[in-house]
């Protein structure tokens, strides 16, 4: 315990004397009345602030009241405390018996009933109590954020491949895990993070453990380790790794301590196992479930197909039941009789169209037969006038009448003198033949037929 300032009282200074001698003739102060003496006891005893250190044995905190009594005691000795509401819901502190604290106030005397009590300022848990106190608020901090609410937590693979281990390389619950991993699930990948798990660096190795077995591909995520004090535990309250945990993309299992130590990173976790050996069996089946669910699962499997089949067979029996397929004329029954019909009906159409037709063709051709020499008197007028002028016009014609036609050898007319030259070959066609003759002289004449210039050859 620790005072301060702790004053020597004067009496003389605060109680009057008196004038009543004693037994050697001396004079003797008056004698105080209770409440005097009270009094300045407890102008005595408010002067005097203390600090001290001790266990709470009793808790006395009701609706109604205006303060928060408790008592705290060591070894030899209790002490009656009060403490006003005001600064207990300050304090942050929730008193329960057995709890170390760290108490600040002063004594004070209750005068009415002669108590003294010590008035509490301040209050603090000490030792283990200030840790819990720590992670308590942690862990309402992170539940006012929903990081332990269930409703986010993953559910873990049923047959991990590959497993994440984060824990001593030196401690007995490395040796639980892989064995009983080795036991359950030897097919499983283990990829193991060696981290410290006490000590101020022990957050910060269990976070870079747990992001180098997630990267290397773990689907789930091993945090263990053996029991201990809870300040060996305090590693896994730490407010970072529990942030970690959070957000790692895989789900994580832990297993800290033992069944009754429950840390932070229990609570943000997907799922919380009571021991190191319980966390390796959580995301290991056994050989035993694999064999009673693969049997579970063949039997289902086998009653499926027989379901199925006997469903098959069921709809072939019914099908071969059907008229179409027992008597094959009953699938076209209705088109052949449909076709029948149609062939009835056309036998009796096409005679009445033909003599409907016949009667037509002939009405048409008496109408031809009587329009059709009016139609051609014109015709064969015509026909006759243009063969006459075509006569007239015909080469044959003109030939008979004493003209000629004149060729080279390539058979081109030749219409003028100019397309001529001595000694040239020409073809002569008369009305009644040819001539092969050959240019002995060219005569040009005038448009009176009179020569204007001859030449010979």
Same mark, same amino acid.
């Given at each position: 315990?620790?005072?301060?300032?702790?004053?020597?009282?004067?009496?003389?200074?605060?109680?009057?004397? &008196?004038?009543?001698?004693?037994?050697?003739? &001396? $004079? =003797?102060?008056?004698?105080?009345?209770?409440? /005097? /003496?009270?009094?300045?006891?407890?102008?005595?005893?408010?002067?005097?602030?203390?600090?001290?250190?001790?266990?709470?044995?009793?808790?006395?905190?009701?609706?109604?009241?205006?303060?928060?009594?408790?008592?705290v005691k060591d070894s030899s000795a209790s002490l009656p405390c009060m403490m006003w509401n005001n600064r207990y819901r300050a304090s942050g502190v929730q008193l329960t018996v057995g709890q170390m604290v760290e108490l600040?106030? #002063?004594?004070?005397?209750?005068?009415?009933?002669?108590?003294? &009590?010590?008035?509490?300022?301040?209050?603090?848990?000490?030792?283990?109590? *200030?840790? #819990?106190?720590?992670?308590? *608020?942690?862990?309402?901090?992170?539940?006012?954020?929903?990081?332990?609410?269930?409703?986010?937590? #993953? @559910?873990?693979?049923?047959?991990?491949?590959?497993?994440?281990?984060?824990?001593?390389?030196?401690?007995?619950?490395? $040796?639980?895990?892989?064995?009983?991993?080795?036991?359950?699930?030897?097919?499983?990948?283990?990829?193991?993070?060696?981290?410290?798990?006490?000590?101020?660096?022990?957050?910060?190795?269990?976070?870079?453990?747990? $992001?180098?077995?997630?990267?290397?591909?773990?689907?789930?995520?091993?945090?263990?380790?053996?029991?201990?004090?809870?300040?060996?535990?305090?590693?896994?309250?730490?407010? *970072?790794?529990?942030?970690?945990?959070?957000?790692?993309?895989?789900?994580?299992?832990?297993?800290?301590?033992?069944?009754?130590?429950?840390?932070?990173?229990?609570?943000?976790?997907?799922?919380?196992?009571?021991? @190191?050996?319980?966390?390796?069996? =959580?995301?290991?089946?056994?050989?035993?479930?694999?064999?009673?669910?693969?049997?579970?699962?063949?039997?289902?499997? =086998?009653?499926?197909?027989?379901?199925?089949?006997?469903?098959?067979?069921?709809?072939?029996?019914?099908?071969?039941?059907?008229?179409?397929?027992?008597?094959?004329?009953?699938?076209?029954?209705?088109?052949?009789?449909?076709?029948?019909?149609?062939?009835?009906?056309?036998?009796?159409?096409?005679?009445?169209?033909?003599?409907? &037709?016949?009667?037509?063709?002939?009405?048409?051709?008496?109408?031809?037969?009587?329009?059709?020499?009016?139609?051609?008197?014109?015709?064969?007028?015509?026909?006759?006038?243009?063969?006459? #002028?075509?006569?007239?016009?015909? @080469?044959?014609?003109?030939?008979?009448?004493?003209?000629?036609?004149?060729?080279?050898?390539?058979?081109?007319?030749?219409?003028?003198?100019?397309?001529?030259?001595?000694?040239?070959?020409?073809?002569v066609s008369l009305a009644d033949g040819r001539l092969d003759c050959k240019v002995g002289g060219i005569d040009e004449i005038d448009l009176f037929g009179r020569n204007k210039e001859i030449s010979h050859g």
């Open positions: 315990m620790v005072s301060r300032g702790f004053p020597t009282a004067d009496v003389s200074s605060t109680v009057p004397q &008196n004038d009543i001698p004693d037994s050697s003739g &001396n $004079h =003797a102060p008056a004698a105080l009345s209770v409440s /005097a /003496a009270m009094a300045l006891a407890k102008r005595s005893l408010e002067s005097v602030t203390v600090r001290m250190l001790g266990e709470v044995s009793e808790v006395s905190i009701k609706a109604g009241y205006k303060a928060a009594y408790f008592t600040e106030g #002063r004594f004070t005397l209750y005068a009415a009933k002669g108590r003294m &009590n010590f008035e509490v300022f301040s209050i603090t848990l000490a030792g283990e109590g *200030n840790l #819990r106190l720590k992670v308590a *608020n942690i862990a309402k901090k992170l539940q006012a954020e929903g990081l332990t609410d269930p409703a986010r937590k #993953r @559910p873990l693979p049923l047959y991990p491949e590959k497993i994440g281990l984060v824990t001593s390389p030196r401690s007995a619950a490395v $040796h639980d895990v892989l064995r009983t991993l080795r036991r359950r699930f030897p097919i499983a990948t283990i990829y193991l993070a060696g981290v410290p798990v006490e000590g101020v660096q022990a957050p910060a190795g269990i976070i870079e453990g747990l $992001h180098c077995v997630v990267n290397a591909g773990s689907q789930v995520v091993l945090i263990v380790r053996g029991g201990g004090s809870f300040e060996d535990m305090m590693p896994f309250n730490d407010e *970072n790794l529990a942030r970690a945990i959070a957000a790692c993309p895989v789900p994580v299992v832990t297993g800290i301590g033992h069944e009754v130590d429950t840390a932070i990173a229990d609570m943000v976790s997907d799922y919380r196992a009571s021991t @190191p050996t319980a966390a390796a069996e =959580a995301v290991s089946p056994s050989r035993e479930s694999l064999d009673v669910q693969f049997q579970s699962q063949a039997d289902a499997l =086998a009653t499926g197909m027989r379901r199925v089949i006997a469903a098959q067979k069921a709809f072939i029996e019914r099908a071969s039941d059907r008229p179409a397929f027992r008597d094959p004329a009953f699938l076209f029954s209705s088109e052949a009789q449909a076709l029948d019909a149609s062939m009835e009906r056309l036998n009796r159409a096409v005679p009445a169209v033909l003599e409907k &037709n016949a009667t037509s063709v002939a009405t048409a051709r008496q109408r031809l037969v009587s329009v059709g020499p009016h139609i051609t008197e014109r015709s064969q007028a015509e026909l006759a006038r243009s063969a006459a #002028r075509l006569e007239d016009l015909s @080469p044959i014609k003109t030939l008979a009448r004493g003209y000629s036609v004149t060729r080279d050898d390539s058979g081109k007319i030749i219409s003028s003198i100019e397309q001529t030259k001595i000694g040239q070959r020409v073809i």
